[in-house]
Structure formats: C-alpha cells, structure tokens
C-alpha cells in the first residue's frame, strides 16, 4: 500500500485534508471569496475538497485546480460531477511550482502544501503569481504551539512559533485580514478520524494483502502523534492581501 492510497484511506471520513472543521473551513472560505463571481485556485489542491465547497457556495465562482497526484485528479473529477460543479472547475495535472495561468486569481489556496514550494514563505511567493490585483491567498501551514522536541522537529518540519510565524508573513508584505488557529478539539479529531479510518480499514478487509501494514501503520501514526508531537503541534490560516508599498 503506498502512500497515496493510505492517506485517501485516511481522509475518508475528513475529506479536508487538515485539522480543521466544517465551520471553520466555512468562514476560511466566506473570508477569501471576496466576490460572487470570483476566480479560485489550489496550489495542491489533493482531492479537491477546498474547491468544491467554494464552488457549492459560490454559484457564480470558477476555480483551477493543480496537483500531480493522478488519483487526486480522479477524486476530484469524480468529487466534482457528483456535486454537479465539474463546469466550473479545470483540473491541472502537474507540479504546483510549474503551473503557468494566463489570467490571474482573486483567491488563491495551499493549505497544508507548503511542502510543494519548500515552505512557507515560498508557497506566499507562488501564489502572489498568480494573484490578480486585490486578490486574497488563503495558506494554512504548521507552527510549534510550544517547543517541540526533536523527534517531533526530525518528523514534521523545522517551524517556529506562532508569533515569529506572523512576523515573517508580514516582513514579506503580506497583511492578515482573517486567521484561524486549530483548536485543540479540531487537531485531535483530526488524528483521531485519519488513523481509526486506516485502522477500520484494516479490520473490514481481513484478507486483503494490505490489511496487516494498514493496522500497523494506524498504530504507528497514532504512537507518534501521541507521544512525539500532540503537546506541541499547532495548525494556523491565514487570509491575506499584498501590503502596499510605502510611497516617498
């Protein structure tokens, strides 16, 4: 089982692929769909969720996907006709570093895909872009709630604090018009509903090949959750716009 069909596991009953509800990804949202009719798109957008709902809120709204996942391409397609909005949206199937767009985007997305650009403050440099003029970007990405320790750095990533986190973001000439830290409910039901997924998986299929390294991944990702970052991982969304530029 490879690590595709693992995580479209995982993400069967929390289809957002991050530590955030329904009502939080809902305001996210009505904070970066600035018009009705506006233009969206995902830099790695996996299976599509976050342009789904914008379209289904936004019956005017367009949206442009790009991943180079090819079951991400077809979960979405899949996704987007059931949902009656495949019209509307265009699915890339590339790097996200790669994609070129004639037109520019009044929202654009990457949340939890900073990995794509090589960070933060890289994902901030793609999407202004593809930023039309007054256009929001809308990126959500990791930061340490309190110092984490260092099998939890070797596992997830090298971030900062929350505070420095926000002081990068602007430095860079970004201005924050919405945020939203995940609460603690939010991080743990998201865990908890990736690894029982995989977990249950398991347990329904006995005698798949795969059964057996599901259950033990669960078991592994839940370890490690647990026991090497739950008391230190945060999640924060960002809505942002360009910072003008100071005039002499």
Same mark, same amino acid.
């Given at each position: 089982?490879?690590?595709?069909? &693992? #995580?479209?596991? =995982?993400? !069967?009953?929390h289809?957002?692929? %991050?530590?955030?509800?329904?009502?939080?990804? @809902?305001?996210? $949202?009505?904070?970066?769909v600035s018009?009705?009719?506006a233009?969206?798109?995902?830099?790695g957008?996996?299976?599509?969720?976050?342009?789904?709902?914008?379209?289904?809120?936004?019956?005017?709204?367009?949206?442009?996907?790009?991943? &180079? #996942?090819?079951? =991400?391409? !077809?979960?979405?397609?899949?996704? %987007?006709?059931?949902?009656?909005?495949q019209? @509307?949206?265009? $699915?890339?199937?590339?790097?996200?570093?790669?994609?070129v767009?004639?037109?520019?985007?009044?929202?654009?997305?990457?949340?939890?895909?900073?990995?794509?650009?090589?960070?933060?403050?890289?994902t901030?440099?793609?999407?202004?872009?593809?930023?039309?003029?007054?256009?929001?970007?809308?990126?959500?990405? %990791?930061?340490?709630?309190?110092?984490?320790?260092p099998?939890?750095?070797?596992?997830?990533?090298d971030?900062?604090?929350?505070?420095?986190?926000?002081?990068?973001?602007?430095?860079?000439?970004?201005?924050?018009?919405?945020?939203?830290?995940?609460?603690?409910?939010?991080?743990?039901?998201?865990?908890?509903?990736?690894?029982g997924?995989?977990?249950?998986?398991?347990?329904?299929?006995?005698?798949?090949?795969?059964?057996?390294?599901?259950?033990?991944?669960?078991?592994?990702?839940?370890?490690?959750?647990?026991?090497?970052?739950?008391d230190?991982?945060g999640?924060?969304?960002?809505?942002?716009?360009?910072?003008?530029?100071?005039?002499?």
């Open positions: 089982m490879n690590r595709e069909q &693992i #995580s479209r596991i =995982a993400h !069967a009953n289809p957002i692929k %991050a530590p955030l509800d329904d009502d939080s990804v @809902r305001g996210l $949202l009505e904070h970066g018009e009705p009719d233009r969206v798109l995902d830099l957008y996996g299976g599509g969720e976050w342009l789904l709902r914008a379209l289904s809120t936004s019956p005017r709204s367009r949206a442009e996907g790009v991943d &180079i #996942s090819e079951e =991400a391409l !077809a979960q979405a397609r899949e996704a %987007a006709s059931s949902r009656g909005v019209e @509307r949206l265009v $699915l890339h199937h590339q790097a996200a570093a790669d994609f767009s004639p037109h520019p985007f009044d929202l654009v997305l990457s949340v939890g895909a900073t990995h794509a650009f090589g960070g933060l403050l890289p901030l440099a793609a999407a202004r872009k593809h930023l039309a003029p007054g256009g929001r970007v809308l990126v959500g990405d %990791a930061f340490w709630e309190r110092e984490p320790s099998e939890a750095v070797e596992m997830l990533g971030y900062t604090d929350l505070a420095t986190t926000l002081d990068r973001v602007t430095a860079d000439g970004w201005t924050p018009v919405h945020g939203h830290v995940s609460t603690r409910r939010e991080l743990d039901d998201y865990e908890w509903a990736c690894w997924s995989v977990a249950a998986w398991a347990l329904d299929h006995p005698d798949d090949p795969d059964s057996s390294q599901a259950l033990s991944t669960a078991a592994t990702r839940r370890s490690e959750w647990l026991r090497s970052y739950r230190s991982f999640f924060l969304c960002l809505v942002l716009r360009q910072t003008p530029t100071a005039r002499a």
